[in-house]
């Protein structure tokens, strides 16, 4: 029992680092890096696209501008979540 306790807590960390990064070759990418290392990492993204997001931040939880930066891999698109010049999210589309 205690096997299986160990492997469900296993996954379960594992599952929510991957939540937080993004690895891009041999580098990773965080929650919370700056635009710019997102470019320096992924290069110039394939389509932007505005949006708005909480940023926790600012008072009462007003939504400020971001941007969707579309990455087309093959048979899949990452999609990286700017708020505030710092990536709050990632997201990958399988065709």
């Known amino acids: ?30 929650i919370g890096d700056t635009a710019a290392r997102v470019m320096q990492l992924m290069g110039e993204p394939t389509a932007r696209a505005l949006v708005s997001g909480a940023n926790g931040g600012m008072p009462n939880n007003q939504l400020v501008p971001g941007e969707e930066w579309q990455y087309a891999q093959g048979d899949k698109t990452i999609i990286v979540t700017l708020v505030g010049g710092r990536v709050t999210n990632f997201e990958t589309r399988y065709e």
């Not at 594992?14 to 965080?30: E, M």
């Open 1 to 30: 029992m205690l096997r299986y306790l160990l492997s469900f807590l296993l996954l379960v960390c594992v599952s929510a680092h991957a939540a937080n990064s993004l690895r891009v070759d041999s580098k990773v990418l965080v």
